[in-house]
Nanobody, 116 residues
Framework: QVQLVESGGGLVQAGGSLRLSCVSSGSIFSINVMGWYRQAPGKQRELVAT???????HYADSVKDRFTISKDNGMTTVSLQMNTLKPEDTAVYYC??????????WGAGTLVTVSS
């Protein structure tokens, strides 16, 4: 079992920055990949960025060069630095952990609102 808790969401003006954090607890040694996903009103949840235990990162095209995902050595905390935010980045941001056995765990989400 893994528990994930996100924080750092809020209201920011377009062009501003926010840093999201996801703190993991439980069987974190079994986590292989951590990721950030987002869901805007009326839209499907979409991938934002992922990072493996080995540090390999992947980004959605829409956030490349603006967002940076990072982690600590033990995958206890995964962060998402979001710069040059746009109104279309407004969404609930979710943290997801995937275990070596394929099981996945989600956090409850944190709301990011970007005003124009």
């Amino acid at each position: 079992q893994v528990q994930l808790v996100e924080s750092g969401g809020g209201l920011v003006q377009a062009g501003g920055s926010l840093r999201l954090s996801c703190v993991s607890s439980g069987s974190i040694f079994s986590i292989n990949v951590m990721g950030w996903y987002r869901q805007a009103p009326g839209k499907q949840r979409e991938l934002v960025a992922t990072i493996t235990r080995g540090g390999i990162t992947h980004y959605a095209d829409s956030v490349k060069d603006r967002f940076t995902i990072s982690k600590d050595n033990g995958m206890t905390t995964v962060s998402l630095q979001m710069n040059t935010l746009k109104p279309e980045d407004t969404a609930v941001y979710y943290c997801k952990g995937r275990m070596w056995n394929g099981m996945e765990y989600w956090g409850a989400g944190t709301l990011v609102t970007v005003s124009s």
